[in-house]
């Protein structure tokens, strides 16, 4: 009876402790000082951060620049060029949650377990129509040229590659036009999706919280912030 009261105390502290740590890196701004804003001469180009209850993507709009940025990905089962095609999602996540778990009707012990302790990433990378604005899931950046550059960058290198090649995952998907493919780092509760959607918009020169572990926290952080 007493380990168990002592477990019990420990899980509370610990879950006290997260608590706490999350709020702080919400509302403690990364980096300390604000980047210098882009000049207004600057072309600019309109990103968004597409957030649900537990993942993050990041929409890039499909011009002239992100296909030449992207051209590597261009295939005829995953064209670029589609007409249709306005927007490119990207979202990094753990391999087996992600892969294993299209919808929460799907959900699993083995990869819930693997997203709770440590597993290898993957990018998820679709191509997307017209995305309504305003809606609640959905906040919008405006960026310069300069900063439209350092995002492509930022996640062009998360893909892993081999010999320069990129490493896609061999019938994984969702839909029709969308894939996986093996990506840099490694995949925690603690640092998972959410931390990477926020490290790519801090390549932009976006301001984030220091820690934002929960789409929630990034969302707050960044209205505060920009």
């Not at 610990?14 to 000082?33: E, K, M, Q, S, Y």
């Not at 995002?151 to 839909?175: C, K, M, Q, T």
Request: aromatic fraction near 10%; proline fraction near 7%.
């Amino acid at each position: 009876m007493t380990a168990m009261r002592t477990g019990i105390r420990w899980l509370v502290r610990t879950v006290f402790l997260l608590v706490f740590l999350a709020a702080c890196g919400t509302v403690i701004p990364r980096p300390l000082i604000a980047p210098v804003k882009a000049s207004s001469a600057s072309s600019i180009h309109r990103i968004l951060l597409l957030s649900g209850p537990i993942h993050t993507d990041i929409a890039i709009p499909l011009d002239e620049e992100t296909r030449a940025a992207f051209s590597f990905l261009d295939a005829p089962d995953f064209p670029l060029g589609h007409p249709d095609a306005e927007w490119l999602v990207v979202g990094w996540g753990g391999r087996a949650f992600y892969l294993e778990t299209p919808s929460w009707a799907e959900l699993k012990p083995l990869p819930m377990l693997r997203a709770l302790t440590i597993d290898r990433s993957v990018l998820h990378v679709g191509l997307a129509g017209h995305i309504t604005e305003p809606q609640p899931s959905v906040t919008a950046f405006d960026i310069s040229d300069d900063q439209m550059a350092r995002l492509l960058h930022f996640v062009s290198d998360s893909f892993l590659r081999n010999a320069g090649e990129i490493a896609p995952i061999a019938d994984a998907g969702y839909g029709e036009i969308d894939r996986f493919f093996d990506a840099k780092g490694y995949f925690n509760a603690l640092f998972g999706c959410t931390t990477w959607t926020a490290a790519a918009l801090r390549s932009a020169g976006l301001r984030t919280g220091l820690w934002n572990p929960l789409p929630q926290s990034l969302r707050l952080s960044v209205d505060v912030y920009n």
